[in-house]
């Protein structure tokens, strides 16, 4: 008895022991966000002891403290010596699995000893998210009305597709007169139902998507049918069916669904927003608008009074109100100008920026180094090609091909909901020390895919060239004064990165190269890239080519031993 409560007392220390054990060593207290996850989402963990020392603290770092498979663009901070963030720079992968391993260089050499778990996320999978069914009217043909439903999917798909996927039943029995009216690949595919019969009672539907289709982004199809059921009020009935409300940056919003369009001529008579007054309203087949000064306003009163009448000899049969909760826009970061790519060597230098709910951001200018431009542009000749607008700016990458030269933190005003402006002057970033191309980043301090990237070419040389078969023509002006640029050196770029042409410019700013079909041979002239002392420029001639294919642009053709003439009138 007794060796047997000695064994006991062995195996509860040793529990005790090892329980300690884990206790005393660093472990993650918190991993947020798992499971499903958004395809733009920054990730936190929170670690039971302090770590991170104060000169890593509020700095954007490349060490890999977690390693992401598949593997994620994008940087750490910690906030805290116990917080650690990470931002990824693109999107995540749709219908994508992940997992985080949490690696020891978060320890920082401190000797102490950690246990970390894997840990899983996926961004959402395929799927149909809902349906809305309404009643319109048939072009061209009075009098006579059809049943439409838009159908929600999480990602695109392709109407063709959807087709063989589809089956539908009106009031119990299979229903094939049905027609998808959407053409191109999008997540909200219209089905229209062609005429129907109008009668007082309600038409019931059901709409099945069977398993098995799939986006058009791939992967993985439906694991499982989806079924949708409903209830369509007759034409002398008229149902609010939804009602959502956000932002646009200068602008607050109520948007109704309704099952049929309403008559916008007479909606004032009947819907009020309390407590804003001075409304306008929009109206688009089976939604309306309804916009406002809601400033300041989180929550309003919706009053949707009985009698509203459609298009269609419906009515609102009973009053509808509903506290709507003004939703909060995502917060968003761009420039104001998205094509402009010159500013003057001897201007403000100022590049204006649009911000909707940023408390703060970062400012990251870099260097591209000339003998990298042509690596730069081809880099970005198709920017990443993600099949899904994820309503997300592409970044410009410097990384090898230059160097940052200024970082900044900008506090914005608290200006909840609405558009702010600001600028960055590059004065600043680059002292005046600089001429060059240079990439602009501006990004949210946390959450570093809210962000956008524009080039810059900071120069005096304003350049035109010309190409025609067997010789090239360059125009080197002042962008301050238009005056020709005298001893301008030209150089023209292969699409394989050799300079295959040079010149330099004369008292007319002009540099003219014939016999160019000998000099370049196989060679692709790609960039032109001009210096005059240390100002610098480059226009890409892929990107900057005119289109002429409009144009009879051909010239008279002769024929050989042939001879043109020509007679004047006095």
Same mark, same amino acid.
């Given at each position: 008895m007794k060796k047997l409560f000695g064994f006991f007392v062995i195996v509860l220390l040793a529990i005790v022991v090892y329980s300690c054990g884990i206790l005393s060593g660093v472990h993650v207290v918190e991993f947020s966000p798992t499971g499903e996850v958004g395809s733009l989402t920054s990730f936190t963990i929170k670690f039971s002891e302090e770590l991170a020392p104060a000169n890593k603290l509020d700095n954007w770092l490349d060490d890999e403290f977690v390693t992401f498979e598949p593997k994620i663009k994008g940087k750490f901070k910690w906030i805290d010596s116990k917080t650690l963030i990470f931002s990824p720079e693109v999107p995540l992968k749709p219908m994508t699995k992940y997992t985080a391993n949490i690696n020891d260089e978060v320890l920082f050499n401190t000797g102490k000893s950690g246990s970390f778990d894997k840990y899983e996320f996926n961004t959402? &999978?395929?799927?149909?998210?809902?349906?809305?069914?309404?009643?319109?009217?048939?072009?061209?043909?009075?009098?006579?009305?059809?049943?439409?439903?838009?159908?929600?999917?999480?990602?695109?798909?392709?109407?063709? $597709?959807?087709?063989?996927?589809?089956?539908?039943?009106?009031?119990?029995?299979?229903?094939?007169?049905?027609?998808?009216?959407?053409?191109?690949?999008?997540? %909200?595919?219209?089905?229209?139902?062609?005429?129907?019969?109008? $009668?007082?009672?309600?038409?019931?539907?059901?709409?099945?998507?069977?398993?098995?289709?799939?986006?058009?982004?791939?992967?993985?199809? &439906?694991?499982?049918s989806r079924t949708f059921e409903y209830n369509l009020p007759p034409i002398s009935k008229m149902v609010v069916t939804e009602v959502t409300s956000g932002f646009d940056g200068s602008t607050g919003w109520i948007e109704v669904a309704t099952t049929q369009t309403v008559d916008e001529k007479r909606i004032k008579e009947f819907v009020f927003v309390k407590p804003v007054n001075d409304l306008i309203f929009y109206v688009n087949e089976n939604?309306?608008?309804?916009?406002?000064?809601?400033?300041?306003? $989180?929550?309003?009163?919706?009053?949707?009074?009985?009698?509203?009448?459609?298009? #269609?000899?419906?009515?609102?049969?009973?009053?509808? $109100?509903?506290?709507?909760?003004? %939703?909060?826009?995502?917060?968003?970061?761009?420039?104001?100008?998205?094509?402009?790519?010159?500013?003057?060597?001897?201007?403000?230098?100022?590049?204006?920026?649009?911000?909707?709910? &940023?408390?703060?951001?970062?400012?990251?200018?870099?260097?591209?180094?000339?003998?990298?431009?042509?690596? #730069?542009?081809?880099?970005?000749?198709? &920017?990443?090609?993600?099949?899904?607008?994820?309503?997300?700016?592409?970044?410009?990458?410097?990384?090898?091909?230059?160097?940052?030269?200024?970082?900044?933190?900008i506090k914005l005003k608290d200006s909840h909901n609405w558009l702010q402006k600001f600028s960055i002057n590059l004065n600043e970033a680059l002292n005046q020390k600089f001429n060059g191309i240079y990439v602009v980043n501006v990004y949210d301090e946390n959450d570093r895919w809210i962000q956008d990237s524009k080039v810059v070419a900071m120069s005096d040389l304003g350049i035109i060239a010309k190409k025609s078969e067997n010789e090239m023509v360059f125009f080197i002006n002042s962008i301050a004064t238009t005056e020709p640029i005298t001893d301008a050196e030209i150089e023209v770029i292969s699409s394989n990165n050799q300079v295959i042409l040079t010149g330099k410019t004369g008292m007319d700013g002009v540099c003219k190269i014939t016999g160019v079909i000998e000099k370049i041979k196989d060679f692709v002239p790609r960039l032109v890239i001009v210096t005059k002392g240390k100002d610098l420029n480059y226009i890409d001639l892929k990107e900057t080519q005119i289109e002429t294919s409009r144009f009879d642009v051909g010239g008279k053709k002769l024929a050989e031993n042939s001879l043109t003439s020509f007679v004047l009138f006095g």
């Open positions: 959402p &999978m395929f799927d149909a998210k809902k349906i809305e069914f309404f009643w319109t009217m048939i072009p061209n043909q009075n009098h006579k009305m059809s049943v439409q439903a838009n159908l929600t999917f999480t990602y695109p798909v392709d109407p063709k $597709t959807l087709y063989k996927y589809l089956s539908v039943e009106k009031q119990g029995d299979e229903f094939k007169k049905y027609t998808i009216i959407t053409e191109e690949n999008s997540d %909200v595919i219209a089905i229209n139902f062609g005429e129907i019969q109008q $009668t007082d009672k309600e038409q019931e539907f059901s709409v099945t998507i069977n398993k098995g289709m799939v986006s058009v982004i791939g992967k993985n199809g &439906m694991e499982e939604r309306f608008r309804i916009e406002g000064n809601f400033s300041a306003i $989180t929550e309003v009163e919706l009053l949707i009074k009985k009698g509203l009448p459609s298009l #269609f000899g419906g009515y609102l049969e009973d009053e509808y $109100t509903q506290s709507v909760s003004l %939703v909060d826009l995502l917060p968003s970061i761009n420039f104001s100008d998205k094509k402009g790519k010159y500013l003057m060597l001897y201007g403000e230098k100022n590049i204006e920026v649009n911000a909707v709910n &940023m408390n703060k951001v970062e400012v990251e200018v870099s260097q591209i180094f000339k003998n990298n431009i042509l690596q #730069f542009v081809t880099r970005y000749d198709y &920017m990443y090609d993600f099949e899904y607008d994820y309503g997300y700016n592409e970044n410009y990458y410097v990384d090898e091909l230059g160097k940052a030269i200024f970082k900044k933190q």
